[in-house]
């Protein structure tokens, strides 16, 4: 996961897994309209107001003119399979310190959803893999996101966890740790993941995550 | 299409098609680095500088510290279909003003891409549709843009284009303008559409958009 202090501070990074205890701060996650207060063409404050041919609120420059369009997000992972096996991470980053990720962060300029899927796969985990089809198209509209995750297959089992990982590990179906996963889109990805396994068919999944 | 100035001038809206005419005007419109000028916290002139913890270059602002990220944005948009028919928007705006299109825009924060989609098709075309499963998923690298189209069902033939469109009409494949298509990703659409339809099963395509 790269951004890590977008991902502390400005936007979350994902879609945090709610429980009682921390329903508080992941609301308080929420994407944050109206966060742009300066231009970033010439630097004077903006005012946010409907421009003409649009219909929404958008940060505008009054004195450039410039308008700044916020958008959703994409997320880009894997699912990597050894085997009876997936590969997870365990998070050395906030949001989610400690739980366990399937390996994905935010799509970059200059790349395909596959591209950096791949990419954040060996930089979390170091796996080497190859890439398979688009699994799960989630929606994350709470902190404006859309998770994509690719089926991939593990070309051996060599790890080289990156700063971003306390640690990466196999698990079979029986071991993964439902109650330690970071990500409620981890969560959706894995259950069908193991649902379409033991159906023997996997499609490309579309839903949306509260 | 929404965003029409981004549209014009700051960023373009989608993958243009390239002819030799206007190879030169589509290379014009690739996403521009280092675009950002200003803090958008504080309005300090930010430096590019590749932050701790992260590998690329991103706009960080000396005085608050804040880093801006820019990342890939999604387009969304409909496979409208009417019988044998597809539905298509001609253009009221740039870029490719004039030119052929599915209906389609940039996905805004507060909604799903599916949710994104069916505004378009409401916002250019006023049809009334069912939404379809997932149909298409193209990355347009050059632009920082991925393209996902839906597949939706005409509940009628009920028309009511709105500004940014000059007609909209339905066509059989044998009528589809394909000279006068306005993006790539649109007629890669089509054309997956009209071979799906011969043989009788959708899937869903991934694929990149040079």
Same mark, same amino acid.
């Given at each position: ?6 991902? &502390? ?36 404050? *903006? ?31 894997? *699912? ?29 300029? #200059? ?5 950096? &899927? ?10 080497? *893999? ?29 790890? &080289? ?12 179906? &029986? ?24 159906? #023997? ?10």
């Amino acid at each position: 996961m790269r951004h890590p202090l977008r991902t &502390a501070r400005a936007w979350p990074a994902h879609d945090c897994s709610v429980s009682a205890a921390d329903s508080a701060a992941t609301l308080a996650g929420m994407y944050q309209p109206r966060r742009i207060k300066h231009c970033r063409v010439c630097g004077s404050p *903006v005012d946010y107001r409907v421009p003409a041919d649009d219909n929404r609120e958008r940060a505008m420059c009054p004195a450039c003119g410039e308008i700044h369009y916020e958008n959703p997000l994409n997320v880009v992972g894997t *699912v990597p399979v050894w085997g009876e096996q997936v590969l997870l991470c365990r998070r050395n980053i906030e949001p989610r310190f400690g739980f366990w990720t399937l390996p994905a962060g935010f799509m970059e300029l #200059g790349e395909s959803a596959a591209d950096g &899927a791949l990419r954040e796969t060996v930089e979390e985990a170091g796996a080497k *893999v190859e890439m398979q089809a688009l699994y799960t198209v989630l929606n994350v509209v709470r902190v404006g996101q859309v998770h994509l995750y690719f089926r991939a297959r593990m070309l051996d089992t060599t790890l &080289a966890p990156g700063p971003e990982t306390i640690e990466a590990r196999l698990f079979t179906e &029986a071991e993964i740790p439902w109650d330690q996963l970071a990500f409620r889109t981890v969560r959706q990805t894995l259950e069908h993941f193991f649902a379409d396994r033991r159906r #023997g068919v996997f499609g490309t999944h579309v839903g949306d995550v509260g």
